[in-house]
């Protein structure tokens, strides 16, 4: 079995590769796995473990169809994760997002039809559906993107949608809540605070706080990606959620907890633009489907992630300088 894995230097998709060469799915103990991955400021080598047998990692751009081309043949499956993912970016750099995002997907699975890959899945996100006051989305809810990152991946789901419409492509799109745990870039919300804390500075909420996510550890998240490469059917689309709903400002008061500080460390600062409200996922299919259920409490993982980042401040600190403000 071989596996191609698409920006697998990140957050997300260096800890499916990192499970994935530890055995820890069932009939892939021996799989042989090819990262290709630009390595932009979100890549990090480090996160990887470089001298592994059954890994080959290939510097370049999934915007590079000669590169895809040279690589892909031979390969029975493919994981993509590379996206430009951070909302406040996108803001001020769309242009970046459809690039990667969009023509990027459309490249790969260009070259997934033209080397005759066996099966892909497509990893998206909860943000595609835009914001919802009530209620969960399911997997027919309508997209209504409201960032320029969150509508590049909503077109590079339809994307998807069409290769295996028109080309017969075996694939599917998962759309996980918003993820965590360790070795995630010290831009997004719980490393960026949590270390702030540990830098003894002070935690940039946006507006009001009340602005609901649901989390989910990467774990769980990539444990869900696997059961969908291995179980899920053609052309479906999987909604991954984690079950714990928590405003900004509860998730604030969370770490300000584990840290033993309080609400003088937070600092109000002007709220993002088309900041969606809240997100919610109706995950029931892939749970009645192929047996998904978080096994990750949110208060676990969020203790266990803190101690992570306590622990490895030689992993974060260099990369303080390109976090953006939250």
Request: hydrophobic share 35%.
């Amino acid at each position: 079995m071989r596996v191609l894995v698409t920006g697998a230097a990140g957050f997300i998709g260096s800890h499916y590769v990192r499970t994935l060469l530890d055995g820890g799915y069932d009939g892939y103990e021996t799989a042989e796995v090819t990262v290709i991955d630009k390595i932009t400021y979100a890549g990090n080598r480090a996160n990887l473990p470089a001298s592994h047998p059954r890994l080959t990692f290939v510097t370049g751009d999934i915007c590079d169809p000669a590169l895809l081309l040279e690589v892909l043949p031979g390969h029975d499956a493919v994981v993509h994760f590379a996206a430009e993912s951070h909302v406040d970016r996108s803001l001020h750099s769309a242009a970046e997002f459809v690039r990667t995002n969009v023509a990027g997907t459309q490249t790969l699975l260009d070259a997934c039809v033209a080397a005759k890959v066996q099966r892909v899945v497509h990893v998206s996100t909860d943000e595609v559906y835009g914001s919802i006051d009530q209620g969960s989305w399911t997997e027919q809810s309508p997209l209504l993107p409201n960032s320029p990152y969150a509508a590049s991946k909503a077109a590079s789901d339809l994307i998807a949608r069409a290769y295996w419409s028109s080309h017969g492509l075996d694939m599917s799109i998962t759309r996980c809540s918003n993820n965590y745990g360790p070795h995630q870039h010290p831009e997004k919300l719980i490393p960026r605070f949590t270390t702030s804390l540990l830098e003894g500075g002070r935690l940039p909420l946006y507006g009001d706080g009340r602005n609901v996510r649901e989390w989910l550890h990467v774990d769980d998240h990539c444990r869900a990606v696997q059961l969908v490469l291995t179980q899920g059917r053609a052309g479906e689309t999987y909604n991954i959620g984690g079950g714990s709903e928590q405003s900004n400002r509860q998730l604030t008061e969370l770490l300000l907890d584990l840290f033993g500080a309080d609400w003088s460390s937070v600092e109000p600062v002007a709220d993002r633009k088309g900041h969606d409200l809240r997100y919610s996922l109706d995950d029931s299919k892939i749970r009645e489907e192929l047996g998904y259920c978080p096994q990750i409490s949110f208060e676990d993982g969020l203790a266990a992630t803190t101690a992570w980042y306590r622990d490895n401040p030689g992993w974060w600190k260099p990369l303080l300088p390109q976090a953006a403000r939250r």
